[in-house]
């Protein structure tokens, strides 16, 4: 059994409020009477009580994170992120998840009120109405790729669109004018913009975007190998394949290579995101790179910003650009991009 607040008094010869101010760092103690508690504390391995703590400075050292999954290398990249920034801080994380249900959402949220400093949230399916109705007020929120209308919140967005735009005029100018693309979730955000930018790079270039060439999926593996033995089926076949997602383009790579079909002798493929993954399957995707790790770091970042000022602070809203990393599944370099 540990010991107590009330031992470490004693032992130190002080009052359990004296001890308290030292394990909180609120109000002056001496410096010979701080050593003192100090060394009752490590004698008697003793451990601050978390909630008991929380309850005195209104702070639980812990920062909320909300995903839409828990599964792939993207989410855990973002976790990975986050949870750099707050070690450096000495903040814990506690991370939750969902599956798109408005309900679930909500219970989650509720949940997290009184247990974090602060949330950061990951979603396509949360709109600031649901923020507000389900959250304090005072609660500091960093919204990553979750697009809320107006300056209600902190949001860090990622560039879907010049991304997407970007990846398909690269194949276009590889000379390619069959250009398939593995869609994301209709109902998803960061998917309609990729999809958006995937017709107007086409567009840009004289190729008119054709619906048969515009492939439903859901960011998994296997829906990417689905559309893969879609497009196999279709005649004439494309000549390249962009995924809306790294995930998808693997599956679809998977699909292309057991049908006996070259990558990128006779379809050229590429993906989005850049996950770790990419580089290291045969050949090397090509992908739009997105700074995975970077973005869990600058919301944790932004959300301590906000939880050291009270929620009192300016919101800002920030779009993170995306580059091209050419690699070995689109068969030839950049021209002219």
């Known amino acids: 059994m540990s010991a107590s607040i009330k031992e470490v008094a004693l032992k130190a010869g ?6 308290s101010r030292v394990i909180n760092e609120k109000g002056p103690v001496a410096a010979e009477t701080r050593q003192r508690i100090l060394a009752a504390i490590e004698q008697l391995r003793y451990v601050p009580h978390g909630a008991a703590r929380s309850l005195i400075t209104n702070q639980t050292d812990t920062i909320g994170v909300l995903l839409p999954d828990l599964y792939g290398e993207f989410f855990s990249e973002v976790i990975r992120g986050v949870d750099l920034a707050a070690r450096r801080s000495g903040y814990h994380v506690l991370v939750s998840g969902f599956h798109s249900d408005r309900a679930e959402i909500e219970a989650v949220l509720r949940a997290l009120r009184g247990r974090v400093d602060g949330l950061i949230v990951l979603s396509p399916d949360v709109d600031a109405q649901t923020l507000r109705r389900n959250l304090p007020e005072t609660l500091p929120v960093v919204l990553l790729n979750t697009r ?10 990622v560039d879907n669109y010049g991304g997407a735009f970007a990846m398909a005029r690269h194949l276009a100018a590889l000379g390619h004018r069959r250009i398939a693309l593995i869609c994301g979730p209709a109902e998803n955000a960061d998917a309609r913009e990729r999809l958006r930018g995937y017709r107007d790079a086409l567009r840009a270039e004289g190729i008119a975007p ?25 005649e004439p076949r494309p000549e390249a394949v962009f995924a809306a997602n790294d995930s998808m383009a693997i599956g679809c790579l998977f699909a292309l290579r057991e049908a006996g079909v070259e990558v990128p002798g006779d379809v050229a493929l ?11 399957v045969t050949p090397p995707l090509s ?3 997105v700074p995975i790790a970077e973005l869990g770091t600058r919301a944790m970042e932004r959300l301590l910003h906000a939880v050291d000022r009270k929620n009192e602070h300016e919101r800002r809203q920030e779009t993170v650009p995306t580059t091209l990393v050419v690699r070995g599944s689109c068969g030839g ?3 002219g991009l």
């Open 333 to 335: 370099a950049m021209k």
């Open 14 to 19: 002080v009052s359990i409020a004296t001890v």
């Open 210 to 234: 054709s619906s048969a060439l515009e492939i439903p999926g859901d960011f998994s593996e296997e829906s990417g190998y689905q559309a893969g033995q879609h497009l196999l089926a279709l």
């Open 148 to 157: 809320v209308e107006r300056l209600a919140f902190d949001a860090i967005n």
């Open 287 to 289: 992908s739009v790179h």
């Open 270 to 280: 590429a993906g989005f995101d850049d996950i770790p993954i990419a580089r290291y």
